[in-house]
């Protein structure tokens, strides 16, 4: 794929944004979103607070990735969803990228029938249009990448996304994308350990940017979290949101794993 791995995905993303758009015009697209109702309640159970052993994991679906390559090519959502749900996971995340990711819609809609957890749709959005595509979809919340939007993009999606009921995960990895959270009034803030040009993992860098939140912003680690150890590592840096794919993804027994990881059990 190259070195840049995040500019090559967000190419392709336009190129697939405009074929969408001769399928399903967006002002359709935007009647559809409008109308939906109901939400699960994604951003109230990432607030839920009971102590500094707080863990509250969004557990991902997640068949590949652009480094790793194929991770669980053949997973069930469904059977997915509900050990995710078994495990006590706070909400779902479902890459629905397809080229990258092997990921997609029905991936979505299988796991959203199967449990009744809140979920991210979890994609590169760099255009208005998979924001109402996310609401029709039926996400409880979406992921905004800091570093592929402007800061005007950013606040717009934003505030969309909350017109629409949704709630919105803003991605940083950087002083800039921080930046630009912060001037988008971000309340929940997604710190990528992951540099999604490199693909290249630190842990540490959740633990670094959560000390830069104000009071009124919620930490999410993602990416690289593996063990007990890292969460353990990472509370004490003030973080208890965790987003958790591949090792989820990889583990014989799936919700024991993600009670092991929670506190649960031993």
Aim: glycine letters at 6%; a negative charge.
């Amino acid at each position: 794929m190259g070195k840049d791995f995040l500019k090559i995905i967000v190419s392709n993303k336009h190129e697939e944004v405009a074929a969408s758009k001769k399928k399903m015009p967006e002002g359709e697209l935007r009647r559809n979103a409008y109308a939906i109702e109901g939400k699960r309640p994604f951003l109230e159970n990432l607030k839920r607070f009971y102590g500094a052993s707080t863990v509250n994991i969004i557990a991902e679906i997640k068949r590949a990735s652009p480094s790793k390559g194929d991770i669980h090519p053949e997973l069930d959502p469904s059977s997915l969803a509900r050990e995710y749900e078994k495990g006590g996971a706070s909400a779902l995340s479902v890459l629905t990228d397809e080229k990258f990711f092997k990921g997609s819609f029905n991936d979505f809609l299988m796991a959203r029938k199967a449990s009744t957890l809140p979920m991210l749709r979890k994609d590169f959005l760099v255009d208005e249009y998979q924001v109402y595509e996310s609401r029709v979809l039926g996400a409880d919340a979406i992921l905004l990448i800091a570093r592929i939007l402007e800061k005007e993009q950013l606040k717009e999606y934003l505030a969309l996304s909350s017109e629409l009921s949704m709630d919105a995960l803003v991605e940083i990895h950087s002083e800039d994308d921080l930046e630009k959270a912060n001037d988008a009034h971000a309340k929940l803030i997604g710190i990528n350990n992951r540099n999604l040009s490199s693909f290249d993992t630190d842990i540490h860098t959740a633990m670094r940017f959560s000390s830069m939140l104000s009071t009124e912003q919620i930490a999410v680690a993602a990416s690289g979290i593996s063990m007990k150890s890292d969460i353990t590592a990472s509370q004490k840096a003030g973080i208890y949101n965790f987003l958790i794919g591949e090792s989820l993804v990889r583990a014989k027994d799936t919700a024991a794993f993600l009670k092991q990881l929670r506190g649960e059990e031993p």
